[in-house]
């Protein structure tokens, strides 16, 4: 008996979210149409994809490519929307996810051969990204508060000096 009133409660969740999936590709005319012209829900093509790329991503076939384009092809696209919208807020959140990719980038560059073998790393890569930039998570605000910005706050001046005489030479 337990087990059903679980298995119902798990059953209840994943039809929720599911639901709330379908109503956030709703807003997306691309995903709308895609349903119409091949009959099939856009959750299942949508999440389906998804699945795909995660498993490509999880057996590292073509995993640098995929992780690089999810760490990139979306939080452009939101960028372009942020500098062509009025608010402030959106051009701050993209404007310290930018930040934060461009330093793991650089940590990424010197630590690539020892990251190469670690099991995994693409699909860890790929799931940190996501946390980074989906709002759910703001993953990068935090990292930029909590490590970056005090860091450079705190080496401010010896980086302005740095600048200074390069732009010198």
Do not use: C
């Not at 073509?62 to 929307?81: E, N, Q, R």
């Not at 062509?84 to 930018?98: F, G, P, R, V």
């Amino acid at each position: 008996m337990a087990d059903s009133s679980v298995q119902k409660q798990i059953t209840d969740k994943a039809q929720y979210y599911l639901a709330q999936f379908d109503k956030e590709l709703s807003k997306l005319p691309w995903a709308v149409e895609l349903e119409k012209r091949t009959q099939v829900s856009k959750t299942y093509i949508v999440g389906g994809a998804g699945i795909v790329v995660f498993i490509l991503i999880f057996f590292n076939v073509w995993g640098d490519l995929l992780t690089d384009l999810i760490g990139f092809v979306y939080p452009a696209y939101a960028s372009f929307k942020a500098i062509e919208s009025s608010a402030k807020e959106d051009d701050t959140q993209w404007l310290t996810y930018w930040t934060v990719f461009g330093f793991l980038n650089l940590i990424e560059f010197f630590t690539d051969f020892i990251l190469y073998w670690a099991p995994f790393y693409h699909t860890f890569k790929a799931l940190f990204l996501l946390y980074l930039f989906l709002p759910q998570f703001r993953g990068a605000s935090f990292l930029y508060t909590r490590f970056i910005r005090p860091t450079l706050i705190q080496n401010q001046s010896q980086i302005d000096s740095a600048i200074n005489k390069a732009k010198v030479r």
